[in-house]
Every structure is written in structure tokens, then in C-alpha cells.
């Protein structure tokens, strides 16, 4: 697959998406929305591809929004802003909600909706180099790209609040201890520790994981019992349809180790 703005490639069952703007701090404008709501809705639709990396090309993961092309849209920047933040969002979606594990390599600065899209991984890696930003009320923006929805969860209001009117720049370390991130790696061994993580998550079973991520997505906006029905209409649909669910039970009752294969 070709684009203009990201690369895609294959390691086996691992898909490797790069925001590939290096010369604009791979900054998102409407043709990188464009392509990241195709990317997202191929990982989604392809059951060979069983778990995603996410990173940034050069020394920055994202410096967010492409704030020149908006500006050059002169009156009409409302309009492009909208139906660049719709794709971004569109994409965030699907990979908060596909059943392949998605993993982010922050791998140097991200700010403004680069923030926004490091945090959305269901894992996060960045390196020790990588500093995280809000950025959007420095230019007289609010935020986008789904911080809004993760941030106050993972770090509650009072801090999200702090990192958006304050835009505090975090080091890794410091989102580690926030709880932003789930590891820091030293910056030239990043990418082989996602990818390790990738592979093992790609060899178990996908779709338990993809039920998993849409009822933790669910679950703030369910009352107790709502969730719990859900836990058990996804469970017991697993037994029935998911041969990877009849395969690890048969494997913990036989005591040995499952085959998984995504299905």
C-alpha cells in the first residue's frame, strides 16, 4: 500500500504504521487524516494482521496539527480543521476498538495531537528521549484527537486539566510516573522492544483481545450491571464462535501450553 504521509508495512502478523512527515515533524493535515482512517480501517478489517506499532519517522513521534497548511486555508479554516479532526477521530476509533493489540513507540517529542494519538495505544513505549505536551491552548486551540476522553481517565481531571492549561512538557519518566505510558526504553533499543511485545501479543488470542479493548473502551459509560452483561454476552459469544477460546481451555485442561491463531 502507497501513501503520502506514513508508511505501512508487514513484520508477519505485525503491522508497522509510521507518521512520515520528518521535514514537517510528521504534523497531521488532512491527507495524513485521510491516510491514517484507511490504514486504520485496513488493520481493523484484516484478520492476518494480529497486532499494531504505531511511531513516528526521524526525531519526532508528532508536533500535532500542521497549524501552516491550516493558516494557509485563510476563511476557509474552520471547514479544513473539521474534516481533518473528523478523520483523525474516525481513525482513533477503529484502532481503539479493532481486535489487534495496538502498541505506540513515542519515539521522540509529542505534542498537541501527537500527545492525543500516543496515548490512545493499548500499550505504550516511548523512548527516554520522547517529552509529551499538550500544546493546543499555547496556540489558542482546544484540544482534539480523543485526549480529552483519555487523558481525565488514565490521570483523573485535576491533572488533565493541569497538562491542558498549563501545557507542562513531560519526560518520559515523568508520564511514566504520571501513568501515561507503560515503559520507557532507551531510545536506540525502542523499536526492537515494541516489536518484541508485538510478536507475543500476535501470537495469542485476537479475539479476546478485541473484546477486551471494546469493554474497557465501554466501561465508564456503563452503570455496574450494564457492564457486567456485556462481560458475560462477550464471553460466552467467545466459547461459542472462537476457536482460540476452545483451544486455551482445552490447553489449561490438558496442561499444556495453547496454539493460538487468531480466530
Known sequence: MDFETITFERDGAVAIITLNRPDAANSLNAKMSEELVKIATHCDSNSDIRAVVFTGAGKMFSAGGDLHSFAAEGDGMAEYMRYATAGLHAAVSRFARMNAPFLVAVNGVAAGAGFSMAITGDMV??????????????????????????????????????????????????????????????????????????????????????????????????????????????????????????????????KRSPDFKGH
Open 125 to 254: 513505549f516511548a523512548a527516554d528521549t520522547a517529552k509529551f505536551t499538550e500544546a493546543y491552548t499555547k496556540a489558542g486551540v482546544s484540544p482534539d484527537g480523543s485526549s480529552t476522553w483519555f487523558l481525565p481517565r488514565l490521570i483523573g481531571k485535576v491533572k488533565a486539566m493541569q497538562l491542558i492549561m498549563m501545557n507542562d512538557v513531560l519526560t518520559a519518566e515523568q508520564a511514566l510516573d504520571w501513568g501515561l505510558i507503560n515503559e520507557v526504553v532507551p531510545a536506540d533499543k525502542l523499536m526492537s522492544r515494541v516489536m518484541e511485545v508485538a510478536h507475543q501479543l500476535a501470537k495469542g488470542p485476537t479475539l479476546a483481545y478485541g473484546e477486551a479493548k471494546r469493554l474497557v473502551v465501554d466501561s465508564l459509560s456503563n452503570g455496574l450491571e450494564t457492564q457486567m452483561e456485556l462481560e458475560t454476552r462477550a464471553i460466552s459469544g467467545l466459547a461459542r464462535a472462537s476457536k482460540d477460546t476452545q483451544e486455551g481451555i482445552a490447553a489449561f485442561v490438558g
